[in-house]
Nanobody
Framework: QLQLVESGGGSVQSGGTLRLSCGLT?????????IGWFRQAPGKEREGVTY????????WYADSVKGRFSISKDDAKNSAYLQMNDLKPEDTGTYYC??????????????????????WGKGTLVTVSA
């Protein structure tokens, strides 16, 4: 079964940067999945931050992170990444990588929804201090 392993969380000051990684289990091809990043702050609901459709590289970002976060992938490493710049205290939370099986020729409009994801990582904590 596919497993997702996140890494890269940590504690930074406001304005700092972090890069999160999401690795797929060897033998599972990234191109069949949408990889999404979600986050959950203490006492709040999980929210979708960004996604990438691995087969064609299309991306989407929540308004709260647009211009500061960037999602990317490395097919050779079977991994996706979340580059987070200009971090703010409100970015604090546990960040989860998730995968949705869509096939290698997905062409429709994709709507990121936690209930629609097939696989989840265990999460990595990001703490941004003022």
């Amino acid at each position: 079964q596919l497993q997702l392993v996140e890494s890269g969380g940590g504690s930074v000051q406001s304005g700092g940067t972090l890069r999160l990684s999401c690795g797929l289990t060897p033998g599972y091809d990234l191109k069949y999945y949408v990889i999404g990043w979600f986050r959950q702050a203490p006492g709040k609901e999980r929210e979708g931050v960004t996604y990438i459709i691995a087969s064609d590289g299309r991306t989407w970002y929540a308004d709260s992170v647009k211009g500061r976060f960037s999602i990317s992938k490395d097919d050779a490493k079977n991994s996706a990444y979340l580059q987070m710049n200009d971090l703010k205290p409100e970015d604090t939370g546990t960040y989860y990588c998730a995968a949705d099986i869509v096939g290698s020729r997905y062409s429709g409009t994709y709507n990121l929804n936690a209930n629609g994801m097939d696989y989840w990582g265990k999460g990595t904590l990001v703490t941004v201090s003022a």
